[in-house]
Nanobody
């Protein structure tokens, strides 16, 4: 059974950077589209970024374009999210996902806090 495990969350000042990472444990070679969502207590989970399984196609939410970069390593079965110029509104729990043939798998989330 594959388990998605996120890391890299933490606390940062506005304008700072963080790099989130997600590894698909139990998968030797990733061949699925993957990405990130985020959620705050007062909002529904919202899309952040996605990357095709070969890495040739990326998609971003308008709110993060130009600041966040998604990348992946299929040999390691990881997907990263480089977040630059963080804003207070980026604070949330970030969830990694993968879209398999059967379903969407989710990680447990990693928290990002942004202070002014």
């Amino acid at each position: 059974q594959v388990q998605l495990v996120e890391s890299g969350g933490g606390s940062v000042q506005a304008g700072g950077s963080l790099r989130l990472s997600c590894v698909a444990r139990g998968r030797t070679l990733s061949r699925y589209n993957m990405g990130w969502f985020r959620q705050t207590p007062d909002k529904e989970r919202e899309f952040v970024a996605a990357i095709s399984y070969k890495g040739g196609s990326t998609t971003y939410a308008e709110s993060v374009k130009g600041r966040f970069t998604i990348s992946r390593d299929n040999v390691k079965s990881t997907v990263d999210l480089q977040m630059n110029n963080l804003r207070r509104e980026d604070a949330a729990v970030y969830y990694c996902y993968e879209d398999t043939d059967a379903k969407r798998n989710w990680g447990q989330g990693t928290r990002v806090t942004v202070s002014s």
